[in-house]
């Protein structure tokens, strides 16, 4: 077994082949993939009547496109040299992609909380992705490119800080690590601190229950059924509702056997498709209502469609045959606390879904209404987050003895986001342009 201070020098050992410094390159390669046909790619298995919504997403903002181009920035990546550090990714670790959740003992927690991209990998992959949502996110605000740059670096630093930190502790300790609702109110200074209190509240009130009356209505048999609203919410056929019955076991059995207990006292009402997201629009995606002890005891679970990783094609492929496993076992590796419902199966031509409840206390920030310093406070929580999330799965030790006492790597990480946001605006331009010559169709961002 390596000692702590082998595990170091090993990190260390790696700058060697890949400097801290070298990280802030970005020049595009000479085959680089173009970025549309990489999307169109991705689209081939989703329903074709979504795209344009998909599309319409996307062009709404060039921080709109980032978000669904983590295919295109996975390509981007992949050409670059790494570290071989490997830690289990969130895959898409953009701003957006951090938020507050209930635990299963109902404290509000703030993790990484999308792992549809989840697979193994060198952990600066994840950096370099919130790093470059951060800046775009800045320049999009209104910022200039010095507070743009600052807000990156914060993320990056903040990263490396907590990394190091988390290499001085136990192992149950770096386990048991969380960040908790008060330390986002304690993140943030002044009269900023009463907007996120607010927005906690809110994502309190964000419950089963509180989806029972948005998205329900009372039938004349006095249930309940989910409300239509096309194309973003459209109740199954009877078919439908019977195949996904048939695949309830299958879910089932996925789940912890006390887990099956309480999930047996629920019955199915109905069931919806669902659009979500930007970068999953098209994907097949579900929403049902069960019924507990009564009509006013609801619980929602979303199913959604688990695709290979965009990450696989540059990686070693999953250690998981089945796609929902794997979304779930990186979900669970990577937070601190995890949803009791969250499980996988095998749907109709044998996809492969994964289950989870819709809303329990989910709450994500609203990052276009950021002011700079804000966002700055926002950027460095999500980099704290994002190294714990890393530090469960990869050898944080290493990776602290790689990332140094010094900010080299930060300031790399920084200058290769400004470099990429202007990536990231070409490739946009290239989506409008697209659509505005009828050469990609686009629905109205809704």
């Excluded at 194309?231 to 912890?256: H, M, Q």
């Excluded at 099956?260 to 995606?285: F, H, I, P």
């Excluded at 990776?399 to 470099?419: C, K, N, P, Q």
Aim: glycine share 8%; aromatic share 6%.
């Amino acid at each position: 077994m390596t000692t702590p201070s082998e595990r170091a020098a090993r990190g260390k050992a790696v700058r060697k082949r890949v400097p801290r410094a070298a990280h802030g390159r970005w020049i595009p390669a000479s085959l680089r993939p173009d970025p549309l046909s990489v999307l169109e790619r991705e689209a081939v298995d989703r329903l074709p009547d979504l795209l344009p919504l998909r599309y319409g997403r996307m062009a709404v903002s060039p921080f709109a496109f980032l978000r669904g181009a983590a295919s295109v920035m996975a390509a981007d990546l992949s050409a670059q040299r790494h570290t071989g550090l490997t830690v289990q990714l969130c895959g898409d670790a953009h701003l957006l992609n951090f938020g507050v959740f209930a635990s299963p003992e109902r404290a509000l927690l703030f993790d990484v909380n999308d792992f549809d991209e989840t697979l193994p990998g060198p952990f600066e992959w994840d950096v370099k992705r919130l790093a470059a949502s951060v800046a775009v996110a800045a320049l999009q605000n209104g910022g200039t490119k010095a507070k743009a740059h600052r807000a990156a670096l914060v993320s990056a630093t903040a990263y490396r800080e907590a990394m190091r930190s988390l290499a001085e502790l136990g192992e149950l300790a770096v386990w048991y690590e969380k960040v908790e609702a008060q330390d986002l109110i304690d993140a943030v200074r002044g009269s900023r601190r009463a907007r996120v209190a607010a927005g906690l509240a809110h994502a309190r009130r964000r419950t089963s229950l509180q989806a029972l009356r948005k998205l329900t209505e009372e039938t004349p048999e006095g249930g309940r059924r989910i409300v239509e609203d096309p194309p973003l919410l459209v109740r199954v056929g009877e078919l439908d509702r019977t195949t996904l019955g048939k695949i309830f076991s299958d879910y089932r059995s996925s789940l912890a056997e006390e887990r099956r207990l309480l999930l047996d006292r629920y019955r199915y009402v109905d069931a919806a498709r669902k659009v979500v997201g930007v970068g999953s629009v098209g994907t097949r995606c579900f929403v049902l209502l069960l019924e507990g002890r009564d009509v006013g005891d609801p619980l929602m679970l979303q199913i959604k469609e688990a695709g290979k990783s965009v990450l696989e094609e540059y990686l070693q492929p999953s250690a998981y045959q089945h796609q929902g496993h794997r979304v779930v076992a990186g979900q669970r590796l990577m937070q601190a606390a995890g949803d009791i419902f969250l499980g996988w199966m095998t749907g109709p031509e044998r996809r492969h879904f994964y289950w989870r409840q819709l809303r329990d206390m989910k709450g994500s920030a609203e990052v276009e209404t950021m002011s700079a310093s804000m966002l700055r406070d926002y950027a460095a929580l999500c980099g704290r987050t994002l190294a714990r999330a890393h530090a469960r799965s990869g050898d944080r030790i290493a990776i602290a003895g790689y990332l140094g006492t010094s900010d080299v790597f930060d300031r790399a990480v920084a200058e290769f986001a400004m470099r990429y946001t202007a990536q990231n605006a070409d490739d946009y331009a290239a989506l409008t342009a697209a659509i505005a010559a009828g050469v990609i169709a686009a629905a109205p961002g809704v």
